[in-house]
């Protein structure tokens, strides 16, 4: 590994990885084991300063990057939450009316007339309250920040238009004070569910990486460094059971966030080994569908359990 | 080093244009985004050099197939050469059939500019001739499966025109609205500072917007006319409105989304046949709803989509799991209209397993066998009275069709 080894003294910025081995290095360094299309994206978007999309099924980490990144780059972590009806007034920035019109009161209270002095107090930073958008485009002395506009499918097409601007330029136009732009482009890490597809002209001006379910083996030394104190045979078990499950005709396969739920789950009810009603019981924390629990609960389950416990026995 | 500088540009260059002509969106700007990428990674190791030019050029999790497929022809490896040299011989995929079914637009092309395509058949032309037609009353009320290709031309105009007005949604975004419900802070103080004194009031109310529609259309041998026809229509849907996705099925589903988006009618519906395998195949229902539910429906159906099913029912597979599949549609879609043609025998009545497995999940079940029937459903619809079907159709949703049928329906039993 060409990082220097031991951790970067707190509050000191770190460099940007300078290499796609660098920046494998610098998301192990966040407990975040990646794999090499994912590190190759994040490091080529930091080096020539685009955002990143990430998009994958629910729970295979995409707004986990986005958070190591922060903590492994001492950056502060700006996160923008998307839902349906998101608008400029949540996401940029909005004006501080009651303050306003209480500013607009005293005025005339006190019989101050020059109108166009008025409109310019009013319009002043004094009265702007800075959405995630805004506030990642300020300067930083720890550097630029990450910004994470999360689950960008939830929002709708006008959201979109609106970031390409914040996007390809880094700047939001206010219209009353002009347009506001960052001295240093924020880290923007972007995600989506797919729940729809996303404008091509949004992913134009980003790179794209797909996060797909870990291997068994990546799998596994996910789970070592997030859940340490599972038992190693526990946690040989699990993985096999769940990627086993991932095969198998669901309707929501379970992701890496749901093998970590679970093992805490069975660690919790002090299992050190799978079995078969440890599995029934707790089921519900690996499918989240009706369907699929009814479907895989009981036989299946047991033939599913029988390999991995099989398995998980040969080195 | 020096030759690799110079070559690799070009290659990626040649690569990126072989993408587009792929059918992958891929602009200049990316081009040069890729050439910036390439040469940040190098040459040093494959997996990077790939790793690279797919965050780059691809923004869809479905171009990763064609992507793949492309890098590993153009780039293809000889493995005696030392590591990086591999990448400076591009080459064209050899004669031969291409191996699976997504390769033959990449083979194209890769071929595109040495020569057309060949052996590429003209598709099935199902409809040719000019209309001649004079008798629209007759027409209206004539089956799909007994016009003449010139009849069904003239019907195809008329369902072009057809409109699909369903009810919008409402969103949380709001306008400026004079009659809104809601004040509007921000335009209230812009009019306090033009206005002499005092603070006016402003309204906002919330914007509305057109759902979302999924067309399910069934192409076996029972259905292929009205399937065609329905095509027709669901393609003047997505000419007139955004978010219209299409999907047909037989042994297969197939998207044909991109197909439909077609301007010329003729040439988007020869493109849905071109890409469509089992074309008046036979039927699998349940097995095609069940991929859509696993593969699609996440991605459709989130905000408040409108499923339109149309099919006659007659399932090959005995209905397997097609009342699970069918509930599993209903539950994730905001409305399921069922549209079947075999409504046009008046002593319709629904025996076949399939039918009878469907009948009890959807929101609604029309007939579709004719223009009338067509413009009952737009009528059907239509804002006004939809919010009374939406009524009809939750009281009956667990019963027979009968309630969620209109009684201005003519022909049901």
């Not at chain 1, 500013?103 to 007339?113: F, K, M």
């Not at chain 1, 990450?146 to 979109?160: A, G, K, N, Q």
């Not at chain 1, 095969?247 to 919790?268: H, N």
Request: proline share 8%.
């Amino acid at each position: 590994m060409s990082v220097p080894a031991g951790a970067p003294p707190q509050g000191a910025p770190r460099a940007l990885p300078a290499s796609v081995d660098d920046a494998v290095a610098l998301l192990a360094s966040g407990d975040y084991v990646a794999d090499r299309s994912l590190a190759t994206g994040l490091f080529l978007s930091l080096r020539l300063g685009r955002p990143l999309f990430l998009e994958g099924e629910a729970g295979v980490g995409k707004t986990e990057v986005a958070k190591v990144l922060a903590r492994a780059l001492a950056r502060r972590l700006i996160r923008l939450q998307c839902y349906e009806g998101l608008d400029l007034a949540s996401a940029a920035y909005e004006w501080d009316y009651p303050r306003q019109m209480l500013e607009i009161r005293v005025a005339e209270a006190a019989r101050e007339l020059d109108r166009a002095r008025l409109e310019h107090d009013l319009f002043s930073e004094r009265f702007l309250v800075k959405r995630p958008l805004l506030q990642a485009l300020e300067p930083d002395p720890a550097g630029p920040p990450v910004l994470l506009i999360d689950e960008i499918d939830r929002t709708d097409e006008p959201f979109e238009a609106f970031l390409l601007e914040v996007l390809s330029d880094f700047q939001v136009t206010i219209p009353e004070i002009g347009p506001v732009r960052a001295a240093a482009p924020p880290l923007v890490v972007i995600t989506s569910n797919r729940t729809r597809e996303v404008h091509d002209a949004l992913k134009r001006r980003c790179f794209y990486a797909w996060i797909d379910y870990p291997d068994a083996a990546r799998e596994l030394a996910i789970l070592r460094l997030r859940v340490p104190q599972a038992a190693e045979r526990l946690a040989r078990e699990v993985v096999g059971f769940v990627q086993r499950l991932r095969t198998r005709d669901l309707f929501k396969l379970p992701g890496v966030a749901e093998t970590l739920d679970w093992t805490q789950a069975l660690i919790t009810l002090d299992r050190t080994a799978l079995d078969g009603d440890a599995v029934d019981a707790t089921l519900g924390v690996l499918l989240k569908y009706q369907d699929d629990v009814a479907r895989v609960r009981g036989a299946e389950a047991e033939a599913i359990l029988g390999e991995a416990v099989q398995e998980a026995r040969v080195p | 080093m020096t030759a690799e500088a110079g070559q690799l540009p070009l290659h990626v260059l040649r690569f990126a244009r072989t993408l587009r002509a792929a059918g992958m969106p891929i602009g200049p700007g990316r081009v040069l985004d890729a050439l910036a990428a390439a040469a940040e990674v190098g040459l040093a190791r494959r997996d990077d050099f790939y790793w690279a030019l797919h965050a780059v050029l691809v923004s869809r999790a479905d171009q990763r197939g064609l992507f793949d497929e492309a890098f590993q022809l153009f780039f293809r490896a000889p493995d005696a050469l030392p590591a990086g040299l591999e990448l400076l011989l591009p080459r064209a995929p050899a004669a031969g059939p291409p191996r699976r079914e997504v390769t033959r637009r990449l083979a194209e092309a890769l071929a595109a500019g040495r020569a057309a395509p060949p052996g590429s058949s003209p598709p099935p032309q199902l409809v040719a001739g000019r209309a001649e037609w004079s008798d629209r009353d007759a027409l209206r009320t004539k089956d799909f499966e007994q016009m003449s290709a010139e009849e069904l031309r003239e019907a195809e105009r008329a369902v072009a025109a057809f409109r699909l007005p369903v009810p919008d949604l409402r969103t949380r975004r709001l306008r400026a609205d004079p009659g809104g419900d809601r004040i509007d802070p921000r335009a209230m103080l812009r009019a306090a500072l033009r206005a002499p004194a005092g603070i006016p009031l402003r309204w906002r109310s919330a914007r509305p917007r057109p759902p979302a529609i999924v067309a399910l259309c069934d192409v076996s041998g029972s259905m292929s006319r009205y399937a065609r026809m329905l095509l027709r229509f669901v393609h003047a849907l997505a000419a007139g409105r955004e978010r219209v996705h299409a999907f047909t099925f037989g042994t297969r589903l197939t998207p044909v989304t991109r197909q439909l988006q077609r301007r010329d009618p003729d040439d988007a519906l020869a493109a849905v046949a071109r890409a469509v395998p089992g074309w008046e195949g036979g039927t699998r229902i349940g097995a095609c709803l069940h991929e859509f539910n696993l593969r699609w429906s996440r991605r459709l159906l989130g905000q408040g989509a409108v499923v339109l099913l149309v099919t006659d029912g007659l399932d090959r597979d005995d209905a397997r799991g097609l009342a699970e599949e069918t509930a599993r549609l209903r539950r994730s879609c905001r409305r399921l209209v069922w549209l079947n043609p075999l409504l046009r025998y008046a002593g319709f009545e629904p025996r076949a397993a399939g039918v009878r497995a469907m009948l009890p999940e959807v929101h609604e079940f029309r007939p579709v066998h004719d223009l009338e029937s067509l413009s009952q459903l737009v009528e059907a619809l239509a804002p006004a009275r939809a919010a009374e079907f939406l009524r009809a159709a939750r009281r009956s949703t667990r019963g027979a069709a009968a309630g969620s049928v209109p009684p201005a329906a003519p022909r049901r039993a």
